[in-house]
């Protein structure tokens, strides 16, 4: 999906940061058109660098490792660690099973409902894209 999603931002003439830990750094993990690589020494250190570079966080379908990442960038926004828009694209309905753990969770008194509601969510990038462009404020957020 990175790979992807990378080749087309190229391809429409945009650039491309990769940020890897040192042990991914190999030639059939890192993509070879990138703009820029940054190594950075492990999995935290990788997070915090790209909570650094964002401006905002759109979650595509993914794996362990996405889950991982958008729990951490979600919690970090419920402390205040960050004021960065975060944006779950649900094609297909991929995320709507966490989502109604997030609701159950939210319906049980375990997350406030301001915090369930830091994550944007529509199954139609346009739309998502819209509503994560209305929220982005740059020269506000506070930083990771």
Same mark, same amino acid.
């Not at 570079?53 to 759109?58: C, G, V």
């Not at 995320?95 to 319906?107: G, I, K, M």
């Given at each position: 999906m990175m790979g992807a999603l990378a080749d087309t931002a190229l391809a429409s003439g945009g650039r491309v940061t990769g940020v890897l830990p040192e042990v991914?750094?190999?030639a059939d993990i890192v993509h070879p058109g990138l703009t820029h690589l940054?190594?950075?020494a492990?999995?935290?250190a990788r997070k915090a660098r790209l909570c650094q #570079?964002?401006?905002? +966080?759109?979650v595509l379908p993914g794996g362990l490792g996405t889950l991982e990442e958008l729990a951490e960038l979600w919690s970090w926004a419920q402390l205040g660690l960050h004021t960065r828009p975060i944006a779950l694209l649900n094609t297909a309905n991929? +995320?709507?099973?966490? #989502?109604? +753990?997030? &609701? &159950?969770?939210?319906?049980a008194g375990f #997350?406030?409902?301001r915090d369930r509601d830091l994550v944007a969510v529509d199954a139609e990038p346009a739309r998502l894209t819209t509503e994560v462009l209305a929220h982005l404020t740059p020269a506000k957020a506070k930083p990771c």
């Open positions: 991914l750094n190999h940054e190594i950075v492990d999995m935290p #570079l964002a401006d905002a +966080f759109l991929y +995320f709507s099973p966490l #989502l109604t +753990f997030v &609701s &159950s969770a939210q319906q #997350l406030a409902l």
